[in-house]
Every structure is written in C-alpha cells, then in structure tokens.
C-alpha cells in the first residue's frame, strides 16, 4: 500500500521550489527535498544526527497535529510516548524523546513547530532551534509544509529538465525516461565519454576522435547491441583531450544519489520498492543526460561506465536485492552493452563480486593493461577507499585476489563533523610551521594563477569551507607525531614536547561535552599579523592567543582519563565555538575542528586497511616486502601524503616508499578501455577469476578489528 502523497514548499533564497513526495511511512523530509532533482545533495551522514547539513527551518506548518505544545513551561515534564511524536519517521535511529526549551529560547511562532530531540540539541545551537530550525533527516514530509533551507544549499544544475521532481520554478517538465532522446547534438565530430560513478561523486572525461571516418564506434543503434565485442578498428582509435596515463581534466559533480544517504545501504534501502528504485534511476539517467547537453558539439558514439555493483544495478535499474542482506550475491557481472534511454550504448566494466566492482575492474586495468613497453607491475594491491575498502592483490597477469570491507563515508567527506568532499574551498592538507598550523586548500584551475587543477595552496587569507578525509588523516598524523593522540586514539591533554604543549591550546569542548581540536577559526585568521592557532613562542606568550573557551597555558590538569570522548578534566564546560553548531560547517568563514568520535572513525578506516591488508597477503603466503607497489585510488592516495598513511599505520613501518598515488585510477581506465576496446574480452575474462575473500565472514574477524584499532607506537 502506497503512502499518500503530500506537497510542500522549500524556500531557497528569494526562490521557492514545490515537492510532492509520499506522507507518512515514505521517504523522510531529507530524502524528499534532496532526491527531488531540485538541489545537489551536500555531503550527509546518512541520517546520524550528526553532521547538520540536513537542517531545515519551519515557516509554516498548517496541518500540525493539536498537542504539539512548543511553548510549554520549561518545568513541564517530558511525557512518554515519545515515538509518536508528529512529523517524526518512526524509525529514526535515535532521535530520542523530545526535549522542551528553556522559556527564554522558547519561539515565539504563529504555528506549532516540531518538538526538539536531543540529537538536535547536539548539532544546533539553541537560538538556531528557537528560530525553528530543525533536522530533516529525523522528520518526515506533511502536507502544507513551509520550510526554509540554508544558504549553502545549491540548486542542481547538472540535471536540467530531467529532475525527477516537477516543482522547479519554470515550466519544464521532466522528460519520460522511456522516451527522452540522446542530449547532444548531431552535429561535429564523434566523441566518447569515459564514467566514473561513484558512491557520492561523479566524474566524467570526454575522450574525442571517436570516429574519424563518420561511423559510430559503439554497436549499431538499429541492429541492437552486441553484448561483448567492442567497437571496430574502422573508426579509429579514440584520444583524451589532454593525455595523460593517470591525471587527466575531467568534470566532477556531487551523485544525486546522495540525497537518500551517504553509505550505499542508504540507497539499497531505498531502491527495495518499485517507486525508490525508479527515482534513483532517473536521478543517474538525470546527470549522465545533463553532463551530454552541455557538450559543445558533435554525437557521443558511446559510453564506458565504471562503477561498484550497487551504483551499476541502480543506474541501469535491475534488481539489487542480492545485495542487500546476507548472504550476499552478485546478479549481474557486466561486461557487456546495455541500451539506456536518452544515452548512447554504454559498455559496462566488468563487476567481480557483490561489493567490488567496475571502478576496481577499470583500476586494475589502467594499471596492469597498458598497451606498450614497460616494467612488470606484479604483485600489486590496489586499494580505492571509499566508503567501502576495495582491495585487489594482483598476483600476476592470470591470478588475483580481492576483498572488500565497508568503511563509512568517512573518507568522502560525510559523517565527519566538519567533513567535505575534496573541491574547492576545502582544506586538504595541513603544514606545521613558524606560523602554526596552516591549512592547505584546494583550488580550481586559475583561481591563484600560479596552481593547476587540484593543487594546493596556503590558506591564511582564505575562508575554508570544510576538511576534507585526506586531510583529517594528515590531521591526526601531526597530532599524534607531536604527542596530541594516544595510540588508542584519545586526546593527550598534557603532551611532553612544548610544540605540543603549545598545540594543546587549541582542544575546546563542544556543547555536547565532546572533545575536539580546533583546526580553524574565523577570528584566528582574521588577522595576518598574528594567529590565535600559532604555537610560535612569541605567539603562545601572549595572553591573546588563546581561542575563545580553550585552557590557558599551563592550566590543563596532570593526569587524564576519557568519558564521552573528552579527558576528565581537561576543557572547561560549554567552551565550544560561540554561535556555531557542532557541525554543519559547509559555509565558508566558519569554526572547523577535528572531534573526538572523528579520530574513532579515521581509526576504524586504518583497521580495515591494515587488516585486509594483511589477510590478502597471509591468503597469497606472500611477506610484504614482496610487493612492488601499493597504488591508492581516489582522493586519499592524491591528497594525503605517503609518511602520514605509514605513520598512522596503514602500512608496516618503513614501507611508505611502495605507496603510488594513481588518481582516479577508474575513470583512467574507463578512457584506457574506450581507446583499446580490444582489451575489453581479456578484462572480463580476468575479472570472472578473480578470487574473492569474505573476509567480514571470518570468525575472528571481530577480533583481529580490535586488534588493528589502534595506531603505531
């Protein structure tokens, strides 16, 4: 039985948007605003509680049931029966009993607005829940809604008029997916585009010359696909714009996906009934779609998607009940054509098992199947951290192993209290120095005129807008190298070295009684002359360069302890950033910070490396030191450096020499198998042997995590 629809209404600047999505027992209100098409989702925690970028702020809301009292007295009791609270999923994962503000936070609205949970009293600060702001990922949509969204929030442009939602302000309506027509034009030269579509990003690379004498390179349109063979020699071979084995200009976009959650279980969960499935559908034919419109010419002869097995089942809407729940399966393998509406045939790369995919099929092959003379890579492990650990140990050309472990969205910006995604704006490194500790921020091509694409740069002057998961580990590996960090992963109070003593000034308590480490703020870096964050000895004598709320020098207390993630004793009650939330800090010029229950996560991302790591090796009988390389795919091997990885124990000590940055080793090598489509039967044979590993599977699997669950020494 289908939920009632229900509309309401989202204000996004001077602009307001409509949205129909199913009432009680659908969607919540974060997966009804941000799976609408209308606005590109920010990075969430997958309805947490804990990043804050889902709030929304009530302006009206008529059909509000009767005993929602928000301005009762402070002294009245909570009642029980709290899960029944309106507007409130009733699975929300903690959300917990409603909470009632003190009478001179209590708003003063013309409507009764939602009761406050307690996970809102951790991530907003009180006056925001007296303006009526609230988390849309613990509500759900009412009929009559008038809602308000944050100034970071941005439309999505990418989509066009395929959004699946029809409540833009303009009168374009959504093409039919059945229906909807290749967007690109006729006109100008064949071209092909490579795919990497990934859990939370999409990036995508225009390879041209992809049919020099005027024939398409793919399977002909009107005969049906050929599910194997790859283009002809006919049409020549197809060239990237700007050649490059590993780094090469591609677009980048946010996965409309995001909207149901950051993790991949997220948007299984959703895709379970007929209506979800079809609407994530749409939003992946709605990116691919809006990425070929905006092409300058010519016809896009076809596509080469690389992507993990739950992304690939979804955009090409088949049944992904296999992955799911236990026992895990794969039903689909790919390594074939398939005909999407709207795009042109798109070669799917081989999958392997249930959670490794085409991204690590297409990695491997940019790494291990290039046409040419060159030394032998073998043995290698490729390993793409997401927000699952993919691995594969490539024993030779014929023999490999593979295994996989969920991670979180960690590494990809979400569910970190200040995390982002690595783009522009956002802090990917950090330099400790005369100055103190610096951040390094990534920027687009041109923005310094002295960087490139993707570098970094100093970020005094500049407004970071988040930290990205490259970063936090580059993070932790100066705390715990300055003796901030304990091997199990707690904050030392009381350092012995005075760089360190200097860098303890900055931990503070949140307002949840949290503890975290201030990395950034506004008023610090106000000011060129002197930073509140620099541990310098001329700087950490004067009384004004310590942040607001933290400890003065030398007031931190002999002997420490941990409850609730903050050393007993160690930060002054309510000392966290006046006026900013615990998280949600996607808006430039705000306070970002490294929390206690971040490094836990961080920490259970270097157990996972670390394990797989040493369960493929024992499965192969192969010592470490007979590895030739260790590439890391993605963001973390680009951006974080490799002494940090060995230094946090991703690797055994003295061994961070073998880790290879390879970029975006997937869509290098969804390019690699556009321009030698010859190499497509051979890849697919290999992945079909590929020997997978369970590795979650094995009965000491639990403990063996413990044991990995700290760092080095």
């Avoid at 490094?599 to 493929?616: D, G, M, P, R, T």
Wanted: aromatic share 6%.
């Amino acid at each position: 039985m289908h939920a009632a629809p229900c509309n309401f209404t989202v204000r996004l600047g001077e602009h307001s948007f409509d949205i129909s999505a199913p009432g009680s027992g659908g969607p919540t209100l974060m997966q009804a605003i941000y799976l609408s098409g209308l606005f590109t989702p920010p990075p969430l925690c997958s309805a947490l509680g804990r990043c804050g970028r889902c709030r929304v702020r009530y302006l009206a809301r008529p059909n509000a049931a009767p005993d929602v009292t928000p301005n009762a007295s402070p002294d009245a009791p909570v009642q029980p029966g709290a899960d029944a609270t309106p507007g409130v999923p009733p699975d929300a994962p903690s959300a917990g009993v409603p909470v009632i503000l003190p009478a001179a936070l209590n708003p003063v609205l013309p409507f009764a607005i939602p009761p406050v949970l307690p996970k809102e009293q951790t991530v907003l600060t009180p006056q925001e829940l007296a303006e009526g702001w609230r988390l849309s990922c613990l509500r759900q949509p009412e009929e009559g809604l008038r809602l308000e969204l944050p100034p970071w929030v941005q439309l999505n442009e990418a989509s066009g008029n395929d959004a699946p939602n029809s409540g833009a302000p303009n009168n374009e309506q959504p093409q039919d997916a059945a229906t909807a027509k290749p967007a690109a034009s006729m006109n100008g030269p064949a071209w092909a585009m490579a795919v990497d579509f990934g859990s939370t990003s999409l990036h995508f690379a225009r390879l041209d010359n992809a049919g020099e004498s005027g024939e398409a390179s793919g399977p002909d349109r009107h005969s049906g696909p050929d599910k194997h063979s790859g283009p002809g020699s006919s049409g020549g071979p197809v060239s990237l714009s700007r050649p490059a084995q590993t780094d090469f200009a591609d677009f980048k976009t946010v996965n409309p996906q995001m909207g149901a959650g950051s993790d991949i279980m997220s948007r299984l969960a959703l895709a379970a009934s007929a209506e979800g499935r079809k609407q994530l559908h749409q939003l992946s034919l709605a990116a691919l779609r809006g990425y070929l419109r905006r092409q300058p010419g010519g016809m896009c002869r076809e596509i080469c998607l690389a992507a993990n097995p739950a992304m690939t089942m979804i955009l090409l809407n088949k049944d992904a009940s296999g992955l799911r729940a236990a026992p895990y399966r794969l039903d689909y393998t790919g390594g074939q054509y398939e005909q999407l509406p709207g795009l042109p045939p798109v070669w799917v790369a081989p999958l392997i098992s249930p959670f490794v995919g085409g991204d690590l099929s297409a990695g491997y092959a940019s790494i291990a199947m290039r046409p040419g003379p060159g030394l032998s890579p073998f043995p290698f492990l490729l390993a793409d951290l997401g927000t699952n650990g993919e691995f594969i140990l490539a024993l030779n050309p014929e023999k490999a192993l593979a295994t996989s472990i969920p991670l979180g969205p960690a590494l990809e910006g979400s569910g970190l209290a200040c995390g982002t995604e690595a783009r522009e704006g956002a802090i990917t490194g950090f330099q400790l120095g005369p100055q103190g500790l610096l951040p390094l921020l990534f920027q687009a091509e041109g923005q310094s005129g002295k960087k490139t694409d993707g570098a970094e740069a100093p970020g005094r002057n500049a407004h970071p807008r988040g930290i990205s998961g490259a970063a936090y580990l580059q993070l932790l590996h100066l705390l715990r190298k300055h003796g901030l960090l304990r091997a199990d992963g707690s904050f030392e109070a009381n350092p012995s070295g005075a760089l360190g003593q200097r860098l303890a000034r900055n931990f503070f308590t949140l307002p949840s009684g949290e503890a975290a480490f201030r990395v950034y703020a506004p008023e610090a870096a106000a000011s060129a002359e002197h930073s509140r964050l620099c541990p310098c000895p001329s700087c950490a004598a004067r009384p004004e360069s310590s942040p607001a709320g933290s400890n003065p020098a030398g007031s931190n207390p002999a002997g420490s302890g941990q409850a609730q993630g903050r050393p007993n004793g160690m930060f002054p009650a309510g000392s966290g950033p006046a006026g900013n939330s615990q998280a949600g800090n996607s808006q430039a010029g705000q306070t970002l910070f490294l929390a206690a229950g971040d490094v836990e996560e961080l920490l259970k991302i270097k157990a996972s490396f670390s394990l797989a790591l040493q369960i493929l090796l024992a499965e192969a009988a192969l010592p470490f030191s007979g590895l030739k390389g260790i590439f890391l795919a993605g963001a973390l091997g680009f951006h974080c450096p490799p002494e940090a990885l060995e230094g946090l124990g991703f690797v055994p000590p003295g061994t961070g020499g073998r880790l290879r940055a390879v970029g975006n080793a997937s869509l290098s090598g969804a390019a690699l198998l556009l321009r030698h489509p010859e190499l497509r039967p051979g890849l697919t044979r290999w992945a079909s042997r590929v020997k997978t590993l369970a590795i979650t599977d094995q009965p000491d699997f639990m403990r063996n995590f413990v044991r990995h669950m700290n760092f080095p020494l």
